[in-house]
């Protein structure tokens, strides 16, 4: 006779620091399921939180234990941070169902943020070169100052913007969900916007390029 009490889900905290906190680091991070959330703060350490969430199919099955017995609930977040020249991965790998990462980064920071399933991503406070996919989930950048690549596949994109890097790249996409980007009122820029299926606004004055509307020839 087997007895267990199920465990409840439990977060892992870790700090870790740069190599050379006197330059900016970047903090790249990797889920397959989950959300991942990042402020900026005024520290020089990494600060990161892992909180694991119940899966949609163990849910499912709490309410049908078989024979009188109780399911084992893993909680384990399955955290792990390697830091490296300045480079630090974050990843969280759990079998029992998505974890949501909470990080504290140094203002001054760069970011690779990577998602699939189950979760949203949020920056806010950061100031650097942002990149940020997320397959099905939005993706909130708020109060970012540098430059941004954002994706999202199958969700809204929305980010705002303090201040801009001049003469850098950046663009703003998603498949099925809407983009609405917000820049300083004296930021100077060439655009290129394109919709399929939707519309397109904004409230700068804006002088269409009409050698970009001529017809292709083949």
Do not use: C, W
């Not at 490296?84 to 690779?112: C, F, K």
């Amino acid at each position: 006779m087997l007895a267990a009490v199920a465990a409840r889900a439990q977060s892992d905290k870790v700090t870790v620091a740069f190599s050379d906190p006197s330059r900016p680091g970047t903090v790249k991070v990797g889920l397959i399921n989950g959300g991942i959330t990042v402020t900026g703060y005024n520290g020089k350490e990494v600060i990161v939180e892992a909180t694991p969430r119940a899966s949609r199919r163990s849910r499912e099955r709490e309410g049908a234990p078989a024979g009188g017995m109780k399911r084992i609930m893993v909680s384990a977040s399955g955290l792990t941070v390697e830091e490296e020249n300045n480079m630090m991965s974050i990843g969280a790998t759990t079998h029992s169902g998505p974890v949501d990462l909470a990080i504290q980064v140094p203002q001054r920071a760069n970011l690779q943020l990577r998602t699939h399933n189950d979760g949203h991503i949020t920056v806010e406070n950061v100031q650097g070169e942002l990149d940020v996919n997320d397959t099905n989930g939005n993706v909130t950048l708020t109060n970012v100052s540098g430059s941004a690549v954002a994706h999202a596949l199958n969700g809204n994109v929305v980010v705002t913007f303090d201040k801009v890097t001049p003469d850098k790249s950046m663009s703003f996409s998603s498949l099925n969900g809407n983009i609405d980007v917000t820049l300083p009122p004296d930021v100077k820029a060439k655009l290129k916007m394109k919709s399929d299926n939707g519309d397109i606004f904004t409230d700068f004055d804006i002088q269409m390029d009409a050698s970009s509307r001529q017809p292709t020839v083949e």
